[in-house]
């Protein structure tokens, strides 16, 4: 049994594997040590402070581990307001119309245009589970416990919640999209370019990228087909999220153009869905699985679970391994949704 709980500061080397197999494109694991123990230090800060009422600076990083083991199964994460400190900067494709009545000519071309258009916004991000891991509801329950968290802590996250997904790279870390930026824009690899976005170091961008928007089809007709387009490992992720009800508003990564999709908070299925109930503690016989996570913040904890919910009386019976794993005692409260 997995449980997603807040990454503890001795979960390093953990992370540190989990960083070096997620590959190419993964911008929020790089790998790097010192970055990665500051950013276990920044979740352990957020998650402890007090009495937030708004969306700040926060980074909540958790891990999913396996709780006969001990070893960390993979890792998934919320910003809470990105773009403040470190600038977030996305492509955003529009049209424009070229048009001479008098020849009767139309053409409809589209642009990339450069901006910081999600500054603010919740990011659910860092989702990666370790391929010995995956199989059976592992993959949702990594994924849709953010959602849960987000339920039951609303006040902490803004309205608009959104992912970036990873976009197409080979397995050098080749890009077609940034193959043609860098041709012409830049004098760097796609894996530097993307590991030094990684390591915080995001000043090149702002530096060499172009600030006038960018007519598509003067790309490669290698860096076109690939816009908005998801990488093959991604594409289960999209189709969780497509199906809680977010969307592509015609935002891509800078990158490889991978597509950013988004959901108001208030929509997202998990979120509308998910109910609270009364824990009771005892084996039963019920098959049906849910997501349940306990209502703590700094102790939060979240598994894909069998357990007997009786909608009458608001009560739900989990078993005591379930119920040591939430840290939860008869008479808690947890948050629960369809798996």
Not at 310 to 336: C, F, H, N, Y
Request: a negative charge; hydrophobic letters at 40%; proline letters at 4%.
């Amino acid at each position: 049994m997995l449980v997603v709980r807040p990454i503890f500061k001795d979960d390093n080397e953990a992370l540190y594997l989990c960083a070096e197999e997620s590959g190419h494109g993964f911008t929020s694991l790089p790998v790097n040590e010192e970055l990665l123990q500051n950013r276990i230090e920044h979740s352990v800060n957020s998650f402890s402070k007090p009495d937030v009422t708004q969306p700040g600076d926060e980074g909540y990083l958790m891990v999913g581990v396996d709780c006969d083991t001990g070893e960390v199964a993979g890792t998934t994460a919320i910003e809470a307001s990105v773009g403040w400190d470190v600038p977030f900067y996305s492509y955003h494709i529009s049209k424009v119309v070229h048009s001479s009545p008098k020849l009767g000519v139309n053409n409809v071309v589209k642009l990339l245009t450069f901006g910081n258009n999600y500054t603010g916004c919740s990011e659910i991000c860092s989702l990666f589970l370790r391929p010995k891991f995956r199989g059976g509801l592992n993959g949702r329950l990594m994924s849709k416990s953010r959602l849960l968290m987000l339920a039951e802590h609303p006040h902490r996250f803004s309205k608009t919640i959104f992912a970036e997904m990873r976009g197409v790279s080979d397995d050098k870390g080749n890009s077609p999209f940034w193959d043609w930026l860098q041709e012409h824009f830049f004098s760097i690899d796609f894996t530097m370019a993307d590991y030094l976005t990684g390591i915080g170091k995001k000043g090149f961008i702002a530096d060499l990228m172009p600030k006038l928007p960018i007519y598509i089809n003067l790309l490669s007709k290698e860096a076109q087909a690939v816009i908005g387009q998801v990488h093959d490992n991604t594409r289960p992720a999209l189709k969780l999220l497509e199906n809680e009800g977010f969307t592509c508003r015609d935002y891509v990564d800078i990158f490889d153009a991978g597509p950013t999709v988004e959901c108001d908070l208030r929509n997202i299925d998990t979120v509308r869905h998910s109910f609270r109930a009364k824990v009771s503690i005892a084996e039963h016989g019920s098959s049906t699985n849910y997501l349940i996570c306990n209502t703590s913040f700094e102790h939060f904890r979240a598994v894909a679970q069998q357990a007997a919910f009786d909608a009458a009386s608001q009560t739900v019976i989990i078993s005591p391994k379930v119920a040591k794993a939430l840290q939860v005692e008869v008479g808690d409260w947890v948050r629960m949704a369809a798996v």
